[in-house]
């Protein structure tokens, strides 16, 4: 089953990275990266699985990659599943994985939206705590 958002990429060296990221919904729950198995390989009856989840589509920015985009949408706007999609045409990367190479999370967090993903909490110095112990979140 997936978690509340889905990204779906074309391909899984793309939803490993994604999947990797290990980010966040507002939240807290994971984000995962899927895949059908490549731009040809989606089948609309796959959309079922993503019935009651928001989806994130980021397709390579390549011919294929709008022809995979433009057929997972229509499987999503099928089910009335709210999506968003991450275009990477005019970044000089072809997806994921390279925009990941040249920028930082920080800026794919920004495209998709911060109400939808976010960066993990990481472990912060608890200064309150007498044994200095690390804690998970944010301290307040």
């Known amino acids: 089953?997936?978690?509340?958002?889905?990204?779906?990429?074309?391909?899984?060296?793309d939803a490993d990275t994604v999947t990797d990221l290990k980010l966040i919904t507002p939240i807290g729950e994971p984000v995962i990266g899927a895949t059908s198995g490549g731009a040809e390989s989606w089948d609309a009856r796959l959309v079922k699985e993503l019935v009651g989840k928001k989806v994130v589509l980021m397709p390579d920015a390549d011919e294929a990659?709008?022809?995979?985009?433009?057929?997972?949408?229509?499987?999503?706007?099928?089910?009335g599943i709210e999506?968003?999609?991450?275009?990477?045409?005019?970044?000089?990367?072809?997806?994921?994985?390279?925009?990941?190479?040249?920028?930082?999370?920080?800026?794919?967090?920004d495209f998709i939206g911060t109400d939808w993903i976010q960066m993990p909490a990481k472990p912060v110095q608890n200064d309150t705590a007498a044994d200095s112990q690390i804690v998970f979140g944010i301290v307040v």
């Open 1 to 13: 089953r997936f978690p509340a958002i889905a990204v779906i990429t074309e391909g899984e060296k």
């Open 65 to 79: 990659g709008a022809k995979f985009a433009n057929d997972v949408k229509a499987s999503l706007e099928a089910e």
């Open 83 to 109: 999506y968003r999609v991450v275009d990477f045409t005019g970044t000089a990367a072809k997806d994921v994985t390279e925009f990941l190479e040249e920028h930082a999370v920080e800026e794919l967090i």
